[in-house]
Nanobody, 124 residues
Framework: QVQLVESGGGLVQAGGSLRLSCAASGRTFSRHAMGWFRQAPGKEREFVAC????????LYADSVKGRFTISSDNAENTAFLQMNSLKPEDTAVYHCAARRAYSASDDDDDYDYWGQGTQVTVSS
């Protein structure tokens, strides 16, 4: 079992930055691929970014490519999402997720563990 706790959300003006963290505990973190997803009010959950645990390859949604960066620190059992040039449409609850596989995925059905989420609000 893996427990995930997100932090770092908040209120920021458009053009600003936030760094989200996802602290993992439980089973070996380094054996899980990690992903970030978000859900805005009245909308379905959508993929944001993911990172593989072998080679550290990453994948991003087109809407965040060039603005967001996903990374992980296996020694600290933590994943990060650096968000720059934030836009009002980035407003959502952001969830981190872990899957029992080395390779990352943009499909939320592939993930086995989820955090409670952290709110990100971007004002115009």
């Amino acid at each position: 079992q893996v427990q995930l706790v997100e932090s770092g959300g908040g209120l920021v003006q458009a053009g600003g930055s936030l760094r989200l963290s996802c602290a993992a505990s439980g089973r070996t973190f380094s054996r899980h691929a990690m992903g970030w997803f978000r859900q805005a009010p009245g909308k379905e959950r959508e993929f944001v970014a993911c990172i593989s645990m072998i080679g550290g390859s990453t994948l991003y949604a087109d809407s965040v490519k060039g603005r967001f960066t996903i990374s992980s620190d296996n020694a600290e059992n933590t994943a990060f999402l650096q968000m720059n040039s934030l836009k009002p449409e980035d407003t959502a609850v952001y969830h981190c997720a872990a899957r029992r596989a080395y390779s990352a995925s943009d499909d939320d059905d592939d993930y086995d563990y989820w955090g409670q989420g952290t709110q990100v609000t971007v004002s115009s």
